[in-house]
């Protein structure tokens, strides 16, 4: 056979290879030790003396015409396409998903409580993590003996006078009272701090949302009416709400706000320590020197204030036991919400 037949030859076996099992054949057909390239090289010597060189040359030719054919069509092998560029892909085969991410489950349940407040009229207003002393306690009618104004309870900023990470949000209560006359009707999420020993129960920071509402003549019935809305939106219509005496510094009277243990259903669990209630908030009336603090005449006003660990309300609604897996970053336990 002359070269010019081999190199048709050779471009017609070429465009029929579509796997590499056949590319191995074909490159061994002509480029193996026995091929037909190593046996037109060693018939060189046989041509007459004339020919040989220009003959030597065609040889040279066709075999890196041979080695550019391969490693085109190495290529399209590798990526899937041959044959008139028609792709060798199964399209029946399901495809690569792609992950898609999603809101943290403690996002997801302030936007829920946030609209449920958002839904009877009260707009979000967030304040900063970093606080004046005066707007965390003092403002707040949190007098300077207080235990929670101690190092120990509170995160002071070392190398600045008077600031704080804040330990709570009702510190935005006196930031949104100095700055806007009533009615005001404000929930407020956010982050807070506090040095605790983490547990199963305790972080150094946590999220909490604050309400207030303030107007003349709101009184202690608005209060338990909004807080029943908000209680039965989150936990379902069948929970049974208390109201039991407490003491806050920026509210008289005050109260904490308990629900029926959704878990046991009042048949007492570990979670409600056999009670049957569990405590989500505190609450009550807002403290006439608060009113005071932000330039209101108390006379005038009156308004409710609450607030609630965001966390405890997440741990509550879905049977969480520990904190801490909220912030552990783990997929396996934030893919469940
Ligand atoms: N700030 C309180 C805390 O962090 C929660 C709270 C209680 C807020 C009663 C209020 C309230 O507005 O009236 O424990």
């Given at each position: 056979m002359d070269i010019d037949s081999i190199k048709t030859q050779i471009e017609q076996e070429v465009q029929n290879i579509a796997s590499s099992g056949q590319m191995s054949e074909f490159k061994f057909k002509?480029?193996?030790?026995?091929g037909i390239i190593a046996e037109l090289t060693s018939s060189i010597p046989n041509k007459p003396k004339e020919e040989r060189a220009s003959f030597g040359q065609e040889v040279n030719r066709l075999k890196s015409k041979l080695n550019i054919l391969i490693s085109e069509k190495e290529k399209t092998l590798s990526s899937g396409l041959s044959q008139g560029g028609l792709?060798?892909?199964?399209?029946g085969m399901p495809g690569i998903a792609q992950e898609l991410g999603q809101l943290h489950p403690i996002t997801q349940v302030m936007e829920e409580i946030c609209n449920i407040f958002m839904r009877m009229g009260f707009q979000v207003v967030e304040g900063p993590e970093v606080e004046t002393e005066y707007n965390n306690f003092t403002g707040l009618n949190?007098?300077?003996?207080?235990?929670?104004?101690d190092a120990f309870d509170t995160f002071y900023?070392?190398?600045?006078?008077?600031?704080?990470?804040?330990?709570?949000?009702?510190?935005v209560q006196v930031r949104a009272m100095k700055e806007h006359k009533p009615p005001l009707a404000i929930i407020v999420p956010g982050r807070v701090y506090r040095p605790d020993a983490v547990d199963a129960s305790h972080l150094f920071m946590f999220h909490q949302i604050e309400g207030f509402m303030v107007d003349r003549g709101v009184r202690f019935s608005d209060l338990k009416g909004i807080l029943e809305v908000f209680a039965k939106g989150i936990f379902g219509r069948d929970i049974k709400m208390r109201f039991r005496p407490h003491f806050f510094p920026?509210?008289?009277?005050s109260a904490e706000v308990d629900i029926s243990c959704i878990i046991c259903k009042q048949k007492g669990c570990s979670v409600c320590g056999r009670k049957g209630w569990l405590e989500i908030l505190g609450s009550g009336m807002i403290h006439p020197n608060v009113f005071k603090n932000v330039g209101h005449d108390p006379a005038k006003y009156t308004g409710f204030a609450f607030g609630m660990g965001i966390e405890r309300i997440a741990m509550l609604k879905y049977g969480i036991?520990?904190?801490r897996l909220f912030f552990e970053n783990d997929l396996r336990f934030l893919k469940q919400f």
């Open positions: 002509y480029l193996g030790r026995k792709a060798v892909v199964d399209i949190i007098p300077l003996e207080h235990p929670s104004r900023l070392k190398d600045y006078d008077r600031l704080l990470l804040r330990s709570h949000t009702s510190p920026f509210t008289e009277p036991d520990d904190i």
